[in-house]
């Protein structure tokens, strides 16, 4: 850390930094959010290009917003969803590194500091993600990956991935948020998949691995917490909403697959059928029975031994089955702990 203070200290980079910010009816978190943007320690002549995209939010949101018009640009859409907002914010983006932020997370001061100057410092990195921190209703949060939650000694400033499948199905380590983007890579790759409303990011993290080599800084410097306010507004009616837009599994990978290479690794297969878990999940709340178990049944031998992948498998096996645990799941879902 001093050794990166002393270095930005004396080289000044002229670098400009685009941050994307989708909101939708986020009037509660909005302000939280852009505050932890512009108090974001940067590397000297450093600037920041700070886009928020308005996807036809009802509340007080886009007055809120026009407290920080003289910082940032703001965009309108109708209602077209977090993929598509993210999209129209890329086209009026001018950084050379760019980074997703949804308005109900936030970062911690270091996060452009640390993820900027690891790009810097590896050229051949196309992205770089970092810690996460998620915090729920019901505790005091989940740090990701599980790794640093130890003590154990690693190299604190972070490694290339050589592979992104494996880490990914195994540390889970990148969301919405954490991650830092080379935006020549993203003009090359083009966007995120705007008909996909929900694990559109998931697929767009693995099809930017397919252009280059990813990075990851094992430092918590992303929070998440947006669940423990959204759940008290309306969140049932909400959560509904999404998960009647999950996708099926085909659909997720259709252009993954026109970049992967054949057969496809038994990696990738693990990250799909994590993809598939909550794909599946999401249906069967959502109602859509048959679909969620097709998902489930497509991906079931590479599933993960947590409980709740252990109950989708099991509970695939008959249509029955399958209805009782739609049952328990739903009930379960709609009394977590607020």
């Not at 002549?45 to 886009?51: E, M, P, Q, S």
């Not at 703001?74 to 590194?97: E, M, V």
């Not at 050229?123 to 770089?128: E, Y």
């Amino acid at each position: 850390m001093f050794f990166t203070h002393y270095y930005n200290s004396f080289i000044e980079f002229n670098l400009k930094v685009s941050i994307i910010i989708p909101v939708f009816n986020g009037a509660v978190l909005i302000k939280r959010c852009l505050e932890a943007v512009f108090s974001q320690k940067l590397p000297k002549g450093t600037a920041l290009d700070v886009i928020v995209i308005d996807d036809g939010s009802t509340d007080e949101t886009v007055s809120l917003l026009h407290n920080f018009r003289h910082q940032i640009k703001i965009l309108t859409q109708t209602r077209k969803g977090p993929a598509a907002a993210r999209n129209l914010g890329i086209h009026h983006a001018s950084g050379d590194f760019l980074a997703f932020l949804d308005a109900d997370d936030y970062w911690y001061p270091d996060f452009i500091l640390e993820t900027t100057d690891f790009l810097i410092k590896h050229p051949t990195a196309i992205a770089v993600s970092v810690g996460q921190l998620h915090k729920f209703a019901s505790n005091e949060g989940t740090i990701l990956p599980a790794f640093l939650r130890s003590k154990e000694a690693f190299n604190t400033d972070g490694w290339m991935l050589n592979d992104f499948f494996p880490f990914w199905a195994n540390h889970n380590h990148i969301c919405t948020g954490s991650a830092l983007i080379r935006m020549e890579v993203i003009h090359k790759a083009g966007g995120q998949l705007e008909d996909m409303r929900i694990s559109e990011d998931l697929e767009y993290w693995a099809y930017l691995s397919t252009f280059g080599t990813w990075g990851f800084l094992p430092k918590v410097l992303f929070v998440s917490d947006g669940d423990k306010v959204t759940r008290k507004i309306g969140w049932w009616k909400k959560k509904q909403e999404r998960w009647h837009k999950a996708p099926d599994l085909d659909t997720w990978e259709k252009r993954l697959l026109t970049r992967l290479k054949k057969p496809l690794s038994e990696n990738y297969l693990l990250c799909r059928a994590r993809v598939g878990k909550s794909l599946g999940y999401a249906a069967l709340l959502s109602g859509r029975l048959e679909t969620g178990r097709s998902i489930i049944l497509s991906c079931k031998n590479h599933l993960p031994n947590d409980k709740l992948s252990i109950l989708l498998k099991y509970g695939s096996n008959n249509k029955l089955q399958w209805w009782i645990l739609s049952k328990v799941l739903i009930y379960r879902e709609k009394n977590r702990k607020i």
